[in-house]
């Protein structure tokens, strides 16, 4: 911009342009000042900001972990059960109410799960949930993810079939294997993520006695207990590797008074009293097990007594002592039935 100077006001030029020029450096000295203290203010809100936002954050946070504390206080451990509605699965969940866990009962049968949640001293909640379908499955996988205080979980779900293997529906054959091994896994997997890092719970996989036998007409039945009590021990080894004081246990029942067999239509006649027992046996000899750190129970003298001599025997009379046994059945053979 050109500065215009008139000579008729008798005024020096030289003089009016040096004066022009100080009144421009402290225009731009001021200007600096005020764009610092605007800057420095700034930058401060910033931070002042910023600190804010992470106070706030921290107290999000510890809000979170003192809701869940307080849940967890509250509300007391939690215990999943499935396979709940009858026999051994509705034994444990009346033995960990009465020790003071949170039952989340699982199992199809809607109405008999609610007559055992009323039945039990503690709180209950019903899952009916068929874990041979994915949706049912992942809705209990959800539902362990979400519960912050999960300490025991009890894969107790299953069912057997009595039939020749290649005469017997496939069908039903994969949704043994489904409900045996899947769902065993999944769940297993969902439930030891949350006691690991707690460093707190145990998982109890239902097994049996058939695990260590190789009986005609109950092909799928041995074979995926078999894998329930592999895969329960490598566990074992794993959560050993680690340091983790997490429990899992292997329990391997032998006969049981349950409507297990009822469903199978064998007659209890044609086995021997003394090799019967109760689910609350059962139930009873796992929890101590459990309390000891043992990983395989086997409850009963007489079935420790013939699982520890099995192991010993040659082969071909393991199989002659499983075809004696096979041949009881033989003449009942059916079409598979689920429980």
């Keep these: 911009m050109a500065v215009h100077v008139s000579h008729s006001a008798g005024i020096d030029p030289a003089a009016a342009i040096a004066a022009g020029l100080d009144v421009l450096e402290i225009a731009e000295d001021l200007a600096a000042q005020v764009l610092l203290k605007v800057l420095s203010r700034a930058d401060g809100l910033a931070r002042l900001g910023a ?4 106070f706030n954050t921290g107290i999000h946070c510890e809000s979170i972990r003192l809701q869940e504390q307080a ?8 215990a999943l059960v499935t396979g709940a509605s009858s026999g051994i699965g509705a034994v444990f969940s009346t033995k960990l109410s009465a020790k003071g866990y949170r039952l989340l009962l699982v199992a199809r049968r809607r109405d008999r799960l609610e007559e055992l949640a009323a039945s039990l001293p503690g709180s209950a909640e019903v899952i009916a949930a068929d874990l041979t ?9 959800e539902r362990i993810l979400a519960e ?6 009890v894969n107790n779900a299953g069912f057997g079939t009595l039939s020749r293997f290649f005469e017997s529906d496939l069908e ?15 769940l297993t997997h969902r439930a030891l993520r949350g006691m690991v890092a707690r460093r707190r719970g145990a998982i109890i996989n239902v097994s049996s006695v058939a695990a260590f036998l ?13 894998w329930i009590n592999s895969f329960t021990e490598t566990i074992c080894v794993e959560l050993e590797s680690i340091g983790s004081p997490v ?3 292997a329990l391997c029942p032998g006969f049981t008074y349950s409507e297990f067999h009822d469903a199978l239509g064998i007659d209890r006649s044609f086995i021997p009293r003394s090799l019967w027992m109760s689910a609350a046996e059962v139930v009873e000899a796992s929890l101590r097990g459990l309390q000891e750190g043992r990983l395989i129970v086997v409850p009963g003298w007489r079935y420790r007594l013939f699982v520890g001599a099995q192991r010993w ?3 071909r009379l393991r199989h002659s002592i499983a075809l004696k046994y096979g041949s009881r059945n033989r003449r009942r053979l059916a079409p598979t039935q689920d429980l």
């Design 51 to 54: 600190g804010i936002s992470s």
């Design 71 to 78: 849940h967890m206080t509250t509300s007391g451990p939690s």
């Design 133 to 141: 379908i994915e949706a049912d499955l992942r809705r209990v996988e």
């Design 148 to 153: 912050p205080a999960l300490e025991i979980l």
């Design 172 to 186: 039903e054959q994969e949704r043994m294997h489904r409900l045996h091994v899947t769902a065993t896994l999944r």
């Design 214 to 226: 190789h009986n005609p007409f109950s092909v799928s039945y041995g074979a995926t207990k078999a």
């Design 247 to 249: 429990r899992v246990q």
């Design 313 to 315: 025997l040659p082969r």
